[in-house]
Structure formats: C-alpha cells, structure tokens
C-alpha cells in the first residue's frame, strides 16, 4: 500500500465487522472478520492489527451499534427522570397511538426507567416564563429523593425548558454536586424544541445510553492511542463523525451509527456513475436497512423510533427488516414459511458458516442455489459448507413438502418479498416513484437480490459498488463532521423577519464555535396554520425572501398539494455547520481485459441455467457481462439475473439495467 497516511472506516455489524483502510491516493485495503459482540472493540482492533501496514494511521471512524444494541437488549444504565411535578406519567401516556392499528393486545415497549424513579419537582414554567418558582427546600427534597434510589444516571425533563431553561440548570448544578461521577443530563442541551413527550424520551434515552456508550468508546480510545493512532471518530445517526469525547456526550445520536454510513457510501457510489436519486438497500448478517437518496441528498427524518423509543434528534432516514443473511427460515403454525425475525448472527452463524450453527437461514439457501461459492473464504477464514447448509434446510423441505432447492428458492423469494416492502416504505409511503430511482444494493448478500428487488419495484437500473461488502466502511471514511443546533420560537407565528434573523445569527455564532471554519446552511421547521407536524425546508442561499415559496413546493412534492392558500407559520430554526472529510475516492479503472471467467450451474426463480463466473473487485471498465452471471468477490456476491446486462464504469462500480 502507499505510503501516504491512511484513514480508516469501521462498520461494526450483526455479523461481521467490516474495515476500509484508505489512502489519498485513491488505493484501499479490505479487512472483514466476524464480530464480537460482547466486546465490539475486539474485532475492530483485530481488523486494525491485520492490515498489511498499520502505521501511519491518521484516523479511525467508527459506525457503532452499541447504543442500538443496548435499546433493543434493555440494558442501559438506570435512570432516574426528574419533571414537572403533574406530569410523572407523560412517557407512559406516549401520544395515544397504537402499536399495531388492527391488534388490540399489541402494547407498546415500556419507556427506560421504571414508574418509580419518576421524580416530580414542585414547580412551573410556562411560555412567557415562570409560573411556579423552583424552590430551594424543593431541590433538597428531590435531591434527598434521588438519593434514595441510588441513580446510575439522572435526566431532567421539564415543561418549556426549550424556552426557559433557568430551573433545569438550578437543578442539574444541584445533582451534580450531590451525585459526582454520575451523568446528568437535560431536555434543553438534548433537544431544545417543543412536543414534551419527545423531548422527554430523547432526554431520558440519552442518560439512559451515555454510562454505557461512553465506557466503551473510552475503552476503544485507549486501545486506539496504545497503536498510534492519532484521531479516534465516531459515526452519528445522521451520517457525520463526532470526536469520542463529543460522541461520549451523545450517546443517543448514535442509535443508526452503522446504517447512515452505508447511504453515505451510496450517495458516492451513485454520483461517480451519474446517478444522483436512489434507493439503498444494505443488505447484511442480521438485517436490511432501506434508504433514500434524492438530488445527491441522504434524506434525514427529524425523529426516529429504536427499540420502541421515540428519539427526535436527526438521522438519515432508515427502514429496518429481519431479512438479513442470518436471519432464521421457519414454518408458522399455519404452514407459511417464514423469513426472521430471529437470526443466527456471528455466533453460532448460519448452518453453512460451520461453527455450531444447524437451522436454515437466508444464507443457507443462497449457497444451496449455487449463488455463493464454497472456495470463498468469508471472514476469519470462515469457509462455507454446501452440505451442512442443505441438511439445515431439509427439515423446512420435510414440513413443506418439498425439495431442498424448492425451499431454497422459497426462502430467497420471502426474503425479498420483506425487503421489497421496506424499499417501498422509504419511496412510495413518501410520495416517491421508485420506477424514477435507480436501486444500489450492498452489503454482504445484497447484490444477490438487486435484480429481483428491481423487478418488483418497476426499477430498470440497478447499480452495484466495486466492492459492496464493505461500503458501509468506505461511507464511514468520507463522513463529514457535522453539527445541527435547533430553537423552537416562543410561538408558531407567520414569520417575523427581525426575529428570525436574530435567532438564525445566535444559532450560527454557537455553530462556530462547535466546529470552527464549516459551512453553514440555515433550515426552518414550517407548516400550515393548524397542521400538527412540520417540514425542514432549506433556505435557498439563506435568505428568507424565498421561505414561503420553498415550503409550498416541499409540501406539495410531499402531500401533493400546497395547502389550498393556507397561512404558513415557522415552528422552528436550525442550523447545519458541516465540515468535508479530506476527500477520498477508489483509484479509477482502464482497459479492456478479460478476467478469466468460468461457467457455474445455479437456479435462479425456479429455473436451473448456465450463469458466467466473473472476479469482481478485478473488473476492468467499460466491460459488459450478460445475465445470468454471477461476480464473486472476496467481500460480497452479485447475481445479474437473465435479461439484465452489465456494463463496468471507470469507478469500478457495475451499471446493470434491463436488456
């Protein structure tokens, strides 16, 4: 590898664990081993100590499922919640909604803390400021009532502390005095917006979360410094990297850590090949995560739901199914087959991984239709094994009646069918035709579906990385740092211009001092008169003069219409500082070699054909392969299905579209 210092992107899976070490001139080296989960830093580390020169190792980010891990699992710290008095049962209340609209048993998770570390403090603000002072005996009171319930780690929620933050303050520098050592945090440094229950929960979430997420990432820090290592990132949810010490403070930022650098890693993908509106399914061990790219934009959501726990702070919007390479195939008690929840993850692993596994998974069936091949070696030489995979599959073949490769073609064609409907979710639910995007598959085992996931979508390009098994990695290295404040007004109100400009002028001298020298971009929160929920709308070159004008084209390319003459009014301002990563991109290709290929009889739909063998990573540009082919690579597979053709772009990345 090249001398240049490299950078390097760490995506932390289900399954695997996945390493791109970069250099500036455009070269890269791939580590893949299988993760660790009880100790995530384990595999990262043993991944940095594998590559072939780690010295000179200018960065390390890292894409982390630790605190999506510990939402899921239920095992953050405990919290003790402080709020207004009255409103102890605000996160139990939620917002009235069902879990499942048709199911009247279906209950929501429960919040973090327990009904009993509530504590209500005797006091009051409303929105012009306070109602009810915050008394010095009450703050001994709810100091002494902490005390009692030996807290892990304190959240203060109070009403209107997004406006007025003065007896959150009182409080916290109280606890903090009574409590060393013990995390506090508040409403009004999480999420300084209105809609308490949000609020609320994303407070309580990030206390919650930051014990845990901090210990560990402190612990990777060590071992990052012990090997020279002379920067140490984090990846948020919204696909921008935070310093360790910054990530450590919010840890609730990082619940889609991993997911958001594989739509980064697509953006990129997708502009070196002219293709700027997309659909991005990773596809990996445990589960799919669908995704939208438009104009070159990951589309980000204001709030978020993981694990049952609402968090309203920005994330690159993402929709995730059980439909993973070790997600579990089962028969239901209604003889239907089944594709997850359940996976089998690194450990014990599919049936065909040989390491203890025995139950049929989506992997298992993708090996049985001759899709993968057994000379590969996936992670930690980790060989597949086409006999343990069809005995796996044989007991679902006994229940249905069927043989091994009909099963097989069963299990391929469900999970699809999962996946197909979380691509939908991210576009049609949006107001987007899918039929106008082309679709960028990736991950381990989503290159194998591109083709049939495009059919049942209406899509006719689908665009396939130089190397899709790690692009969630290589996202992670071009993540820019990024920071976005947000202030609620007083009031939703038609626009004020003074007022706006004044608050635009606050939040952009606190966005400089938070990442000196970025690029600042100004944002409102807007809606109708009346409507309950808004739209971020950028503010074309940050003027205000064209706000009304942008809102009303986004709510009709949103809603299809622009409010039949409604008044708007802004709820909310924000601000975007971002700073670009030092720019990196895969060393073009040239030439027209041939590859030797080779010749692999694979079933495909039902069918049994002849399908080409291609090298893939090896490619060189501008060449064409025709389906059925199959282009295996040391980090992924790809299936090009009859009737689709395959054109290699100078990037490295394959084009395929309908013949």
Known sequence: MASQPLRLGVDVGGTFTDLVAAGADGTFEIRKVLSTPDDPATAVFGAVDRLSRSHGIASLILGTTIATNALLERRGARVILVTT??????????????????????????????????????????????????????????????????????????????????????????????????????????????????????????????????????????QARARGIAEFRVLTSGGSSLSVEAAGRSAAALALSGPAGGVVGARIVGEAVGYRDLLTLDMGGTSADASLVQQGEARREGATIVGGIPLALPAVLIETVSAGGGSVAWVDAAGTLKVGPRSARARPGPACFGRGGTEPTVTDACLALGWLDQAWALADDVRLDPGAAERALQSLAQQLG??????????????????????????????????????????GAGPLFGCALADLLGMRTVIVPSHPGVLSALGIVAAPERAELVASLPAP??????????????????????????????????????????????????????????????????????????????????????????????????????????????????????????????????????????????????????????????SGAIVVERA
């Open 402 to 443: 069927m043989d091994v490769r009909g099963v097989a073609s069963g299990v391929v064609e469900v999970a699809t069918a999962v996946m197909a409907r979380a691509l939908k979710r991210v576009s049609v639910a949006r107001g987007v035709d899918p039929r106008r995007l082309a679709l960028i598959p990736f991950g």
């Open 85 to 222: 008095a009255g409103f102890e049962d605000l996160l139990w209340l939620r917002r009235q909604d069902r879990a499942a609209l048709y199911d009247l048993s279906c209950d929501h998770p429960p919040p973090l803390p327990q009904r009993a570390d509530v504590v209500g403090a005797g006091e009051r603000m409303g929105p012009q400021g306070v109602v009810v002072p915050l008394a010095g005996d009450e703050i001994e009171r709810v100091v002494k009532a902490i005390r009692e319930r030996r807290p892990e780690s304190i959240a203060v929620a109070l009403l209107f502390a997004h406006l007025h933050a003065g007896h959150e303050r009182a409080l916290a520098e109280a606890l903090r005095r009574a409590f060393p050592g013990v995390p506090v945090v508040c409403s009004h440094d999480v999420l300084p917006v209105f809609r308490e229950y949000e609020r609320f929960s994303t407070t309580t979430a990030e206390a919650y979360l930051r014990p845990l997420v901090s210990g560990h990432l402190g612990a990777a820090a060590e």
């Open 493 to 650: 109100a038609v626009p004020d211009r003074r007022l706006l400009l004044a608050q635009y002028a606050d939040l952009e001298r606190r966005a400089e001092r938070t990442l000196p020298g970025g690029a600042i971009r100004r944002y409102a929160d807007a809606r109708f008169a009346g409507q309950g929920y808004e739209i971020t709308v950028p503010l074309t070159n940050g003027e205000l003069d064209g706000l009304e004008a942008d809102f009303r084209a986004a709510h009709r390319s949103r809603y299809g219409h622009e409010g039949a003459g409604g008044t708007m009014e802004v709820v909310s301002l924000r601000v975007v500082i971002e700073r670009a990563a030092p720019r990196w991109a895969p060393a073009r290709r040239s030439g027209m070699g041939r590859p030797t290929t080779g010749r692999r009889r694979v079933t495909i739909r039902g069918a049994t054909v002849d399908a080409q063998v291609w090298p893939l990573g090896e490619l060189p540009a501008r060449l064409r392969i025709e389906g059925p082919a199959i282009l295996a690579g040391p980090d992924a597979t790809v299936l090009i299905e009859p009737g689709w053709r395959g054109v290699v772009d100078v």
